[in-house]
């Protein structure tokens, strides 16, 4: 038989490449999860932890910049759950945000699909439950956004990535642990701290019960790892390190940082950091992972997390005393750790102009608001925590909902710039965020334990710490060129913390404490961002959005799975294959007739 003409293969060609202009667009990945309870006993007390596909902790989102990315999420829980993605900022699309002033809660038994782009943003994150305490069960896991392949990464490529995740730990419930929250019972001292949902190597045996299981990394050596550390914890600051090795700082929450080496890192709640780390010891016997809480008595001696780093070639088990803090173990060495991280200027992240191209220190300030918390305190007869001392009342309808329906009368957007002199109360009052204005916020810590703030939707630049009271003289010592971009920030106790975010994401945006017990009681406020011109670029309610509150009679009886669209990967390769087959025949039709 003949064979077929060239022309075939090259008109095929033609066809795949005009196919590919006319139908790609960034690719999409799909998730399909089941939340619910599981049993585990990380602390050798069986309990109920919340896993992800029977995983705790759950699976990792591995992206890359521009991504689709669509999760369809089956709560099998026995109460309400979103999912957050701290970090992820949701482009113009706060409707995916995952928190109570943006979607009514998944029902138990209900299915609800989650669908954004991670649209330039580079780096490591994490998801988690954002509601009713539940993180402090588990149901968290990985974010990975890979760069493009056309924009260099300022290190060489690693030769394996590890995500770690922290967590201090309470073998009662969360259930449990939010009722103490509410009867303002402290939490008390964590039974242990787990890394990777494990818990500790019995490194001392007065400490260390038998029997426990542990995590071990398996290296080779001489290698190079890029490892991913979270603490998805519910209120201690850990102190991160590995006996013998350095960890080689290259990026924090989607900024690629100056390099610098550390022996070790105090990681704050909601906090997240990659480092490089070269196994370059003699693998005489094991090292120990370990992290351990900061700014603590004697009586937390025992919730220390400890992993095992095994080499290959490792010739014994790991023994003797974990890597010590001698006189590290104040907050004025944290202190200077947390200014000493700074952003590589010269880098590109997403985009390929360097990050230091937005020079923020330029930018004329157009919003202030110092925002000073309080302990929990007593109001009305509950307990709760304030900023500027207003506790935030989630209405059963979330802010966006209210918004887009125009509901008059559910929140006020008054909140104040400063704590006013007046007694604390509870209300559902926003921050008015001026779109495209540039906002300098300075968060005062009046607690005695270390909090961490959060602001979703955006980046942003971390320009100044200190202890004591801010004052406006404190401006002199801000750093204007390159304080880090990133989405968690510490504040110490007695002092304050001042960070500058450019408003340029429309949207109703959750900024809140990550601790859990100051979170739960009311620490949190929404920034209001809205363009005042008609901007059709910002994402309209989801067609499966659920209603709840004021809205409930519009709530269709079940919240149905992700229906592919034409834009997914499976469809547009769908389509390539079929009109390739449909070529193929047609070319071949024509050329026995010809013959």
């Given at each position: 038989?003949?064979?077929?003409?060239?022309?075939?293969?090259?008109?095929?060609?033609?066809?795949?490449?005009?196919?590919?202009?006319?139908?790609?667009?960034?690719?999409?990945v799909?998730?399909?999860?089941?939340?619910?309870?599981?049993?585990?006993?990380?602390?050798?007390?069986?309990q109920?932890?919340?896993?992800?596909?029977?995983?705790?902790?759950?699976?990792?989102?591995?992206?890359?910049?521009?991504?689709?990315?669509?999760?369809?999420?089956?709560?099998?829980?026995?109460?309400?759950?979103?999912?957050t993605?701290?970090?992820?900022?949701?482009?113009?699309?706060?409707?995916?945000?995952?928190?109570?002033?943006?979607?009514?809660?998944?029902?138990?038994?209900?299915?609800w699909?989650?669908?954004?782009?991670?649209?330039?943003?580079?780096?490591?994150f994490?998801?988690?439950?954002?509601?009713?305490?539940?993180?402090?069960?588990?149901g968290?896991?990985?974010?990975?956004?890979?760069?493009?392949?056309?924009?260099?990464?300022?290190?060489?490529?690693?030769?394996?990535?590890?995500?770690?995740?922290?967590s201090?730990?309470?073998?009662?419930?969360?259930?449990?642990?939010?009722?103490?929250?509410?009867?303002?019972?402290?939490?008390?001292?964590?039974?242990?701290?787990?890394?990777?949902?494990?818990?500790?190597?019995?490194?001392?045996?007065?400490?260390?019960?038998?029997?426990?299981?542990?995590?071990?990394?398996?290296?080779e050596?001489?290698?190079?790892?890029?490892?991913?550390?979270?603490?998805?914890?519910?209120?201690?600051?850990?102190?991160?390190?590995?006996?013998?090795?350095?960890?080689?700082?290259?990026?924090?929450?989607?900024?690629?940082?100056?390099?610098?080496?550390?022996?070790?890192?105090?990681?704050?709640?909601?906090?997240?950091?990659?480092?490089?780390?070269?196994?370059?010891?003699?693998?005489?016997?094991?090292?120990?992972?370990?992290?351990?809480?900061?700014?603590?008595?004697?009586?937390?001696?025992?919730?220390?997390?400890?992993?095992?780093?095994?080499?290959?070639?490792?010739?014994?088990?790991?023994?003797?005393?974990?890597?010590?803090?001698?006189?590290?173990?104040?907050?004025?060495?944290?202190?200077?750790?947390?200014?000493?991280?700074?952003?590589?200027?010269?880098?590109?992240?997403?985009r390929?102009?360097?990050?230091g191209?937005?020079?923020?220190?330029?930018?004329?300030?157009?919003?202030?608001?110092?925002?000073?918390?309080?302990?929990?305190?007593?109001?009305?007869?509950?307990?709760?925590?304030?900023l500027?001392?207003?506790?935030?009342?989630?209405?059963?309808?979330?802010?966006?909902?209210?918004?887009?329906?125009?509901?008059?009368?559910?929140?006020?957007?008054?909140?104040?710039?400063?704590?006013?002199?007046?007694?604390?109360?509870?209300?559902?009052?926003?921050?008015?965020?001026?779109?495209?204005?540039?906002?300098?916020?300075?968060f005062?810590?009046?607690?005695?334990t270390?909090?961490?703030?959060?602001?979703?939707?955006y980046?942003?630049?971390?320009?100044?710490?200190?202890?004591?009271?801010?004052?406006?003289?404190?401006?002199?010592?801000?750093?204007?060129?390159?304080?880090?971009?990133?989405?968690?920030?510490?504040?110490?106790?007695g002092?304050?913390?001042?960070?500058?975010?450019?408003?340029?994401?429309?949207?109703?945006?959750?900024?809140?404490?990550?601790?859990?017990?100051?979170w739960?009681?009311?620490?949190?406020?929404?920034?209001?961002?809205?363009?005042?011109?008609?901007?059709?670029?910002?994402?309209?309610?989801?067609?499966n959005?659920?209603?709840?509150?004021?809205?409930?009679?519009?709530?269709?009886?079940?919240?149905?799975?992700?229906?592919?669209?034409?834009?997914?990967?499976?469809?547009?390769?769908?389509?390539?294959?079929?009109?390739?087959?449909?070529?193929?025949?047609?070319?071949?039709?024509?050329?026995?007739?010809?013959?």
């Amino acid at each position: 038989m003949p064979s077929l003409p060239s022309s075939w293969f090259f008109t095929t060609l033609l066809l795949c490449f005009f196919l590919h202009v006319t139908f790609a667009g960034d690719p999409y990945v799909f998730y399909d999860w089941t939340v619910s309870y599981t049993s585990a006993s990380p602390l050798g007390v069986k309990q109920k932890v919340i896993g992800i596909n029977g995983q705790f902790p759950g699976p990792t989102l591995n992206v890359t910049t521009n991504w689709n990315v669509v999760v369809n999420v089956k709560n099998n829980l026995d109460e309400p759950l979103l999912l957050t993605w701290n970090g992820i900022q949701h482009r113009k699309n706060s409707w995916q945000d995952g928190v109570s002033g943006t979607n009514c809660p998944i029902p138990a038994g209900w299915n609800w699909t989650y669908e954004f782009q991670v649209k330039d943003q580079i780096g490591s994150f994490f998801y988690f439950p954002s509601l009713n305490f539940q993180r402090a069960a588990g149901g968290y896991g990985g974010i990975i956004i890979n760069n493009r392949p056309v924009i260099p990464v300022p290190f060489g490529l690693p030769d394996g990535d590890i995500t770690i995740f922290l967590s201090d730990w309470y073998t009662r419930s969360h259930k449990e642990l939010r009722k103490d929250v509410e009867d303002g019972i402290d939490l008390g001292v964590p039974d242990g701290v787990l890394i990777n949902g494990l818990g500790p190597y019995r490194y001392d045996e007065n400490l260390v019960p038998n029997g426990i299981s542990y995590r071990i990394i398996n290296v080779e050596p001489g290698k190079t790892y890029r490892l991913r550390v979270h603490n998805v914890g519910i209120s201690a600051s850990l102190n991160f390190r590995i006996q013998n090795h350095n960890l080689l700082l290259v990026e924090t929450e989607g900024s690629y940082t100056v390099q610098q080496n550390y022996t070790n890192m105090d990681i704050h709640v909601g906090q997240s950091y990659s480092f490089l780390v070269t196994m370059d010891q003699n693998a005489s016997t094991d090292y120990y992972i370990v992290a351990s809480p900061r700014f603590v008595n004697s009586s937390w001696a025992g919730a220390t997390g400890v992993a095992i780093l095994h080499y290959s070639n490792s010739q014994g088990p790991a023994s003797g005393p974990l890597p010590s803090l001698l006189g590290e173990d104040d907050p004025s060495f944290s202190i200077n750790q947390a200014r000493s991280i700074r952003w590589n200027v010269s880098a590109g992240a997403a985009r390929p102009n360097p990050q230091g191209s937005f020079k923020y220190g330029d930018i004329t300030v157009t919003d202030v608001y110092v925002i000073l918390n309080r302990p929990p305190e007593l109001i009305n007869g509950k307990w709760r925590t304030t900023l500027n001392g207003i506790s935030y009342l989630p209405p059963p309808t979330p802010l966006k909902l209210v918004q887009q329906f125009n509901i008059l009368g559910v929140y006020k957007i008054d909140f104040p710039n400063r704590l006013m002199n007046r007694p604390p109360k509870v209300d559902t009052s926003l921050i008015n965020g001026t779109y495209r204005g540039f906002m300098e916020i300075i968060f005062q810590n009046n607690d005695t334990t270390v909090q961490s703030y959060h602001l979703d939707g955006y980046a942003f630049f971390v320009v100044g710490m200190d202890f004591g009271v801010w004052t406006e003289n404190s401006r002199s010592t801000y750093n204007k060129w390159d304080g880090v971009a990133r989405c968690t920030t510490q504040v110490f106790p007695g002092a304050w913390t001042a960070i500058l975010v450019s408003l340029d994401n429309a949207g109703i945006w959750n900024l809140r404490a990550e601790n859990l017990n100051s979170w739960y009681l009311g620490q949190e406020v929404y920034v209001h961002v809205v363009n005042p011109e008609k901007d059709n670029n910002e994402n309209t309610l989801p067609d499966n959005a659920i209603f709840c509150g004021l809205l409930s009679s519009l709530q269709k009886d079940q919240s149905h799975k992700f229906q592919f669209s034409v834009g997914s990967p499976f469809c547009s390769t769908s389509i390539i294959l079929l009109f390739m087959l449909f070529l193929a025949l047609l070319e071949s039709l024509f050329w026995y007739v010809e013959c």
